[in-house]
């Protein structure tokens, strides 16, 4: 499951966090658009060429902090601490993937 993708908070987040067989593994991107991505329906096909053009022309650029292109692997509390150091260097961390991990960690 992820609580977290590239995409989320229309494409602002640095991290993709998910769940796996290894554990809760985050992935911290090294890059980040500039400007906002169109906002809309996914389903809909016009809104989706839009998106994709956006995706393809938009300017990226490198974020520049010490943990640009690392991954972690842990359990709930190792990665609710690492997600907070990130958020404290700069990286956008969806502000709900904080919460949805404390309580899946609470709810075992």
Known sequence: MAYCRWSSDNWKSDVYVFESDRGVEIHVAGMRYLGEAPQGDYFDPVHFQKLQNWLEETERIKIGGPSD?????????????TLER???????????????????????
């Open 69 to 81: 292109g690392h991954s972690y692997v842990g359990d709930y509390e190792e990665t609710i601490l």
């Open 86 to 108: 990130l958020k404290s260097e700069g990286y956008h961390v969806p502000s709900y993937v904080i919460e949805d991990l404390i309580e899946d960690m609470q709810n075992g």
